[in-house]
């Protein structure tokens, strides 16, 4: 059974930075395309970050590229979201994602986490 468990969210002021993590189990985080998504109040669930199966290359959102890292720890079966500069419209879900081939769309991934919820505000 594969499970994905997002931390690392939490309640911080313009221009913070959050490192947030994905926990796999029941799959192996470098077999699969592993991606950072984030729904806002009120709005559609939105890419951010991915970083794919076959060579570990990254994508990013222009939202956050520049301000966000996306990395790979394979020893520990886990994928990272790092951010900086952190502006309240980056206030949403976060969930981290897992495909088997790379995509930048939502309804394409197999695997989904709960989320867990990063807050920008002074």
């Known amino acids: 059974q594969v499970q994905l468990v997002e931390s690392g969210g939490g309640l911080v002021p313009p221009g913070g930075s959050l490192r947030l993590s994905c926990a796999a189990s029941?799959?192996?985080?470098?077999?699969?395309?592993m991606g950072w998504f984030r729904q806002a109040a009120g709005k559609e669930r939105e890419f951010v970050a991915a970083?794919?199966?076959?060579?570990?290359?990254?994508y990013y959102a222009d939202s956050v590229k520049g301000r966000s890292t996306i990395s790979r720890d394979n020893a520990k079966n886990t994928v990272s979201l790092q951010m900086n500069s952190l502006k309240p419209e980056d206030t949403a879900v976060y969930y981290c994602?897992?495909?088997?081939?790379?995509?930048?769309?939502?309804?394409?991934?197999?695997?989904w986490g709960q989320g867990t919820q990063v807050t920008v505000t002074s």
């Open positions: 970083i794919t199966w076959n060579g570990g290359r990254q």
């Open positions: 029941g799959l192996i985080v470098s077999s699969y395309t």
């Open positions: 994602a897992a495909r088997r081939l790379s995509s930048f769309v939502a309804s394409e991934y197999d695997y």
